[in-house]
Each structure stands twice: as structure tokens, then as C-alpha cells.
């Protein structure tokens, strides 16, 4: 299993890159993103490209793969909508869309998020937006499309947000993840956990495209 990783750097793309380093089942993995993920591993090659919107420039190097996760993302914190729709919305589909002509046989799991608006006419921003690209990419002519909906994300083996905001949280609860996932086992789940999950559909698919946070968490106790 050949597979491309969008946003390694992240803490969700830093989880699944682990997982697929660790699979003997995944022969390679492509990272494609501004920055490199610092990591060595003989079955991965990294790709640094600044302008993502546009991949014409590697684009002879994205064929022959059988699942892309795709774990770029921002805040929504501060940002008006059309801007945030430009990095969430518009930048996720004119990646897929590169992708889905090169490789019509590829699964394609995009990482979204808990109170995700499939209708697109909530009063929640982010949450439309994030809606509007679900709906787009369930559409795209690959061989499959899932949407993964974690709640609450608590990192493992060393992985850390790249978001200050989000770094002041998991610093705070983090030491209380265990009382979380014990009162809360339906909102709460891992960077393994995730990527094990994700994996895991690439592999083998689910019964529906939409996962949200406990599907994500039965699949990962599947996969184990």
C-alpha cells in the first residue's frame, strides 16, 4: 500500500505518518507540505512545496497511490470566512481534485471535525465550512471518500500541536485526559487511536463516510 500524507507536520498528520511507518503493510508514504517532518524512515520521501493550491510543479510524482490522508487545517479562531474558506475549503478541493486524476483506484480520508454542518447553513462558521468540503469531496470521483470527525484529540509519543492556543489547552487538560476518556468516552480520543483508524479504513473501508468520534474509536479498537 502506497499512501500521501497532506499536513505531517501537524499533531493528526504526525499521528498517522507514525502509524504508517510502523504498518508493514504500507510499502511508502509521500508527505507533501511547506515544511519537512524531520523524520528518517527508508520507506518515506518528502515533498516540500510551498504553494499547495497549485501542484502542477510535482505533479508526475503523484501517481500510483492507494489512499491520501489529508490532515491539513487551521484555526478558525480570528479569521473572517472567505479567508478561512480559502485555506479549509478551496485548497482541500483543488488538492483532490489533482489527486483524483492521477489515481482513480485511491481512497481519500479527509480529516474534519466533531459539530462538522452538512447542510452549510448552520451559524457556525468553521462549521459550514468544514461542511461545504465534506459534501465536495464526497462527491469527487475517487474510489472511495471519508470524512473523520475527532472530538477531542489527546497526543501520544511525543507529538505536539503546532497551534499555541491549542498548546495552552492540551498543557491545562491533558493530565486529565484519563478522567476525560473515563466520563467521556464518546467525545475523547488518541493521535494513535486516529491514525490507527484512519489507516484502517484506507485499508479495508467502513459501512459509512461520515465517522465521527466514536466510530473513530470502534475502528481503532478494530484495527488493534
Known amino acids: ?26 510499502k511508502s508514504v509521500l508527505t507533501i507540505g511547506r515544511n519537512a517532518t524531520a523524520q528518517r524512515h527508508e ?58 486524476r492521477f489515481n482513480a483506484g485511491m481512497t481519500f480520508i479527509y480529516v474534519s471535525g466533531a459539530g462538522t454542518d452538512s447542510t452549510e447553513r448552520g451559524r457556525t462558521m468553521w462549521a459550514r465550512v468544514k461542511g ?25 509519543h511525543g507529538i505536539r500541536t503546532k497551534t499555541k492556543l491549542y498548546g495552552v489547552v492540551y498543557a491545562v487538560v491533558g493530565p486529565l485526559y484519563p478522567a476525560w476518556k473515563l466520563l467521556f468516552p464518546k467525545y475523547v480520543t488518541t493521535t494513535e487511536c486516529l491514525g490507527r483508524a484512519m489507516l484502517n479504513v484506507a485499508k479495508r473501508g467502513a459501512p459509512k463516510s461520515v465517522l465521527e468520534n466514536q466510530d473513530i474509536n470502534s475502528v481503532c479498537r478494530d484495527a488493534s
Open 1 to 26: 500500500m502506497n499512501v500521501i500524507i497532506f499536513g505531517a507536520t501537524g499533531m493528526v498528520g504526525q499521528g498517522v505518518l507514525r502509524e504508517c511507518l510502523l504498518d508493514p503493510e504500507v
Open 43 to 100: 520507506k518515506l520521501h518528502e515533498i516540500v512545496h510551498q504553494n499547495l493550491s497549485d501542484l502542477s510543479a510535482i505533479e508526475g510524482k503523484l501517481s500510483g497511490y492507494d489512499a491520501c490522508f489529508f490532515c491539513l487545517g487551521v484555526s478558525a479562531v480570528g479569521m473572517k470566512e472567505e479567508a478561512y474558506q480559502r485555506v479549509t475549503h478551496d485548497l482541500t478541493i483543488s488538492v483532490a481534485r489533482t489527486l483524483s
Open 132 to 156: 461545504k468540503t465534506e459534501n465536495a469531496l464526497l462527491q469527487m470521483p475517487f474510489k472511495a471518500a471519508y470524512m473523520f470527525r475527532p472530538a477531542y484529540i489527546q497526543p501520544l
